[in-house]
């Protein structure tokens, strides 16, 4: 018998049907680190969204035989570690391809049609007070017609392009940075910069890509640019990124994720901004109801793979 072990299940708010083996389920809402070997003390499959799972944790885990990620990104997981130690690790892949282009379509027309500022004009009478029909006071402009750069062109990169094609919008999907060489269909990566109106980022986090987008990359970029990042924190430099916002050499940028989550005080310089131009929300992106019902599915599916001896969307080893 199974013993699968929840450390995080405040984290999906999703019908989960229980597997087709025989097993025992235990949940927590929510794990600290150094929660995480006493949990998983008994454990043969461990299921985690952030919690960190290291080496150290890990070695003191000797049933452990599978690692469910029930999230995409697996940067929280000593994935070295789990591949010597023959412990599979899996993620659940695709489950978002609705709910986060439409979150960054969201951001990219709040931030094109100044909707916050506008908004906070009507709330504090300046349309009420008026001399004609229409307030005029924040230039806005249309997504019909601009250029998008996308970075990382997964099924999210595809899933924004598709939704921008929709809108209008010319689409340039960035080559890797520094690449030698330009794959058909791909653009330069300093050059999707250089052209793009709106840059969005969907690139996972890794030695590579940390801080990806810095001061160099964001000054490169057209003034009245927006950024927006739903991919991970950790991709853009936030430091850079405010001095750009606060100089005005970025039009604005709205960002869903942060390189601590949750943020704590003054963990984020982003959080420190008032500004009408730049947009935080709490990593939600991912969250539509119907997308936490599809990577519910998706996890009880992966468990139920492995132990019938055939794992699929491993991160660790051959699929």
């Not at 010319?170 to 030698?180: C, I, M, N």
């Amino acid at each position: 018998m199974e013993t699968i072990v929840f450390l995080e299940r405040d984290t999906l708010e999703a019908e989960l049907r229980a597997p087709s083996f025989a097993h025992r389920w235990v949940d927590y809402g929510a794990t600290r680190p150094e929660e995480v070997a006493e949990r998983l003390r008994e454990a043969t499959i461990a299921v985690v969204n952030k919690v960190p799972l290291g080496a150290r944790a890990l070695a003191q885990l000797p049933r452990l035989r599978l690692v469910a990620v029930a999230a995409t990104g697996v940067d929280n997981v000593d994935l070295t570690f789990c591949r010597e130690r023959g412990i599979t690790v899996s993620n659940v892949r695709g489950y978002a391809r609705r709910s986060v282009p439409e979150h960054v379509l969201m951001l990219a027309l709040a931030l094109s049609r100044r909707l916050v500022a506008y908004r906070e004009d009507v709330r504090r009478g300046a349309w009420q007070r008026a001399a004609q029909f229409c307030l005029l006071d924040h230039p806005v402009h249309e997504l019909h017609g601009s250029t998008l750069g996308i970075v990382g062109y997964g099924t999210l990169g595809r899933g924004v392009e598709e939704l921008a094609r929709a809108f209008g919008m010319r689409v340039l999907v960035a080559e890797r940075k520094g690449a030698a060489t330009v794959r058909e269909g791909r653009t330069r990566f300093d050059e999707v910069l250089r052209q793009s109106d709106i840059l969005t980022l969907h690139a996972p986090l890794t030695e590579e890509t940390r801080h990806l987008i810095g001061d160099a990359e964001l000054a490169s970029m057209r003034p009245s640019a927006l950024l927006i990042n739903c991919a991970r924190g950790g991709v853009v430099d936030e430091s850079a990124l405010v001095e750009a916002l606060r100089e005005g050499s970025l039009a604005g940028a709205g960002v869903d994720v942060l390189g601590e989550e949750p943020p704590r005080e003054g963990s984020s310089p982003l959080l420190a901004l008032d500004l009408p131009n730049l947009l935080v929300t709490p990593h939600i992106a991912w969250a539509s109801r119907e997308a936490m019902q599809a990577l519910a599915d998706q996890l009880i599916a992966n468990l139920e793979a492995f132990v019938r001896g055939e794992p699929q969307n491993t991160v660790n080893r051959e699929s």
